[in-house]
């Protein structure tokens, strides 16, 4: 025995599913968010601010007054010693490393709704506190 009416209230619900489905892949598309600074041109920032030499408060004075956007920058205190990963060691720096110091503008940018990515920033510094270089890279985060 066939009830009338049934069939339509199937297909309503079938319709009703493929609309939620077709709203949550064009709500993932719209979270993803272009990035608002990049690499390079926050290295850009360093380099023409803070250059090798710079005293850790200049250091720590430059990232404080640091304004890009919306974004925001924080750091870490200082350390003593080598940052724990290799990751973390500037290029060509031929001195020891007695400090550094960990800095990060957050949510930079997001390629996917349960990601953002972050630059994080590693400034190493000698015995007299002085910058002898740093390490820049881009990392993701899952949320």
Not at 2 to 13: E, F
Not at 22 to 41: D, F, N, Q, R, Y
Not at 63 to 87: A, N
Not at 97 to 107: F, P, Q, R, S, W
Request: aromatic share 6%.
């Amino acid at each position: 025995m066939r009830i009338r009416g049934s069939n339509h209230k199937l297909n309503g619900m079938f319709m009703g599913i493929i609309g939620l489905v077709i709203l949550s892949i064009i709500g993932c598309w719209s979270s993803t968010m272009p990035a608002k600074v990049t690499v390079p041109e926050v290295k850009s920032m360093i380099d023409e601010n803070i250059p090798i030499g710079s005293t850790r408060t200049a250091v720590t004075d430059f990232i404080e007054s640091l304004k890009i956007d919306d974004l925001k920058v924080v750091h870490d205190d200082y350390y003593e010693g080598m940052p724990p990963s290799s990751d973390d060691l500037p290029n060509n720096i031929n001195a020891d490393i007695a400090g550094y110091l960990v800095a990060a503008i957050l949510k930079v940018e997001s390629d996917r709704p349960d990601a953002t990515y972050n630059i994080r920033i590693v400034f190493c510094f000698d015995n007299s506190e002085r910058l002898l270089g740093y390490a820049i890279s881009k990392r993701g985060q899952v949320l």
